[in-house]
């Protein structure tokens, strides 16, 4: 395959640097020069709406929507996603062909040096209801306000006040550079999003050409991982609104998939883990089940399964 490959992706600088490590991992991996594949930045409605939460406003299709219409109009040839942003179940004629090896999983606490040693009453934006309810449940005195916009304008609006501290994916602020930005959270204390630090290149299914290409840069134990956490989302039914953690990881050939739901104050937790043998596909829908037969009714009606 001699032509131009072309890679879709946002325009957001995090997304452009992500575009530009998958263009990167395929010139190497086959030899190509960087100039034999072409990066498409294509607009998507959640980068033109930046003041209300996710949730609020349509979901995870808000950013994939516009780029599953370029790659199934054949505009471009893959598209590449930070996965914890991609809706758990997609529209059959797109595949997953590779995700790159995940980076730090953690979330970093920007603003103080931990959760612990936030004033009393301190002001958090973000707008990730699993964020939110995760430090309610450790500090119930927090209040939490709506922060949206891309990682420097989360972190311009702490260094101007609008909130004493935020919190950001340490995947994000590592591959922009800003490493030496906020303190990672252990994830003992905040278990991550599903799928955080992984970043997936989608192809058309039924494009071979551009499967065999793309797959030639899949980290095996980071798709083992994340399978199993989307896995553990799907039988949930867990959307947007649902508060839920989940990080896979493997260990002498086992795979221990780490799960927990809230309750959206963060006033309800329920936890759990399951372990198997990596590609026991029953892992996680079977950890989804046990945790929701376990929930109080107020985690329980927030998921679509019930
Ligand atoms: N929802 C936005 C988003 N999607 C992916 C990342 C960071 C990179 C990653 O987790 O792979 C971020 C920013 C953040 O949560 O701080």
Redesign the pocket.
């Known amino acids: 395959m001699a032509s131009l490959f072309r890679i879709g992706t946002r325009g957001s600088p995090?997304a452009l640097t992500?575009a530009g490590m998958v263009r990167d991992a395929l010139s190497a991996a086959h030899g190509r020069s960087a100039d034999s594949f072409e990066i498409v930045v294509i607009r998507t409605t959640g980068d033109r709406v930046q003041d209300r939460a996710?949730a609020e406003i349509g979901g995870k299709a808000l950013?994939t929507k516009e780029l599953d219409r370029a790659l199934l109009a054949g505009e471009v040839d893959c598209c590449v996603h930070?996965?914890?942003?991609v809706e758990t179940i997609r529209p059959t004629p797109i595949a997953i062909a590779a995700t790159l090896p995940?980076?730090d999983?953690r979330?970093?606490l920007i603003g103080a040096a931990s959760i612990e040693a936030l004033k009393h009453g301190a002001v958090i934006g973000t707008?990730?209801p699993r964020?939110a309810a995760q430090l309610r449940a450790i500090r119930p005195d927090l209040s939490i306000i709506v922060f949206r916009g891309?990682?420097d304008t989360?972190l311009a609006k702490v260094a101007a006040g609008e909130a004493d501290a935020t919190?950001?994916?340490?995947?994000?602020?590592d591959?922009l550079g800003r490493g030496d930005v906020g303190h990672a959270i252990p994830v003992e204390t905040m278990l991550?999003?599903p799928?955080?630090?992984?970043?997936a290149v989608e192809v058309r299914a039924e494009d071979a050409a551009a499967r065999a290409l793309v797959s030639a840069i899949d980290c095996a134990t980071t798709c083992a991982c994340v399978t199993a956490e989307r896995a553990l989302l799907a039988e949930l039914g867990a959307d947007c609104h649902s508060a839920v953690g989940a990080l896979a990881t493997i260990a002498d050939g086992e795979l221990t998939l780490r799960a927990e739901l809230l309750a959206e104050d963060g006033s309800d937790k329920v936890a759990g883990e399951a372990r198997g043998a990596v590609g026991d596909i029953e892992i996680a829908p079977g950890l989804a089940r046990e945790l929701l037969e376990r929930a109080p009714a107020s985690i329980r009606r927030l998921f679509a399964a019930e």
């Open positions: 995090l992500q996710l950013w930070s996965l914890k942003d995940r980076a999983v979330d970093r707008s990730s964020r891309n990682v989360r919190l950001l994916a340490a995947a994000g602020l591959r991550p999003a799928s955080q630090g992984a970043v």
